[in-house]
């Protein structure tokens, strides 16, 4: 079991094949309880999960420390990116994940620590979601450029974003077009924030991308479930 305390929703709904999962990764000064609201609107069959940043920050938590807007701290970022890593090889094997029916969802600090793995591993999620973040491009990651082509993203920036400007979706967006990603690009009339119109074409993105994923071969595993499938937790 990963050192991670995180929160998981079983499925609203029966699934034909292994339940596909929804990683939701929060932002700075967050924790795991402030994204777990979205589930109620997203696809009933996902099984969410929803964990907690490593680092203390006043009441909430956060994935790395900042050098500026656009610069994660070297160190803290290093040891975020390896912790979230080894949460997703945990919660695979502990709640028994089609690693090829695992999508992302991150918002603003948590959208970094997403992009930061399809940069690096973009086959550890069958899709992935970047609110009100960024591509840490300039962190010195060791990226997997060709392995982007193809993959599916969902970017999303509000134009009045006061904490991360707009300017930086746009060059996650560029970025993602020019390594042949499956690139999905909105701006919305908001500032840091959700609205229920990006969370309602966010919930229409997953469940195609749901769809698209059902005919997978299924290779189940050993061991046993982590938790008990009837029930959200706290570990």
Do not use: N
């Amino acid at each position: 079991m990963s050192d991670l305390i995180h929160r998981v929703l079983s499925p609203r709904a029966a699934s034909a094949s292994q339940a596909p999962a929804l990683l939701l990764i929060h932002g700075r000064g967050s924790d795991e309880l402030d994204l777990l609201s979205l589930a109620s609107q997203l696809d009933p069959r996902l099984l969410v999960l929803s964990v907690r940043a490593p680092f203390p920050l006043g009441p909430g938590y956060h994935w790395y420390d900042l050098a500026a807007i656009g610069e994660p701290e070297p160190r803290t970022f290093a040891s975020g990116l390896d912790a979230l890593r080894r949460f997703i090889t945990s919660a695979i094997v502990d709640y028994d994940i089609d690693p090829r029916r695992l999508f992302l969802l991150g918002f603003s600090q948590g959208a970094v620590m997403s992009g930061a793995l399809i940069l690096t591993e973009p086959w550890v999620s069958a899709g992935t979601i970047m609110l009100s973040g960024y591509l840490p491009l300039r962190s010195g990651l060791a990226i997997e450029a060709a392995a982007l082509r193809g993959h599916p993203v969902f970017v999303a920036h509000g134009v009045a974003d006061g904490v991360i400007p707009v300017t930086f979706g746009r060059e996650s967006r560029d970025y993602l077009t020019q390594v042949g990603a499956e690139i999905t690009y909105r701006e919305y009339p908001i500032a840091h924030q959700i609205s229920p119109e990006e969370l309602a074409e966010i919930a229409r993105w997953l469940s195609k991308h749901i769809e698209s994923t059902s005919g997978v071969t299924i290779d189940k595993r050993d061991g046993q479930r982590g938790q008990d499938s009837t029930a959200a937790c706290l570990v």
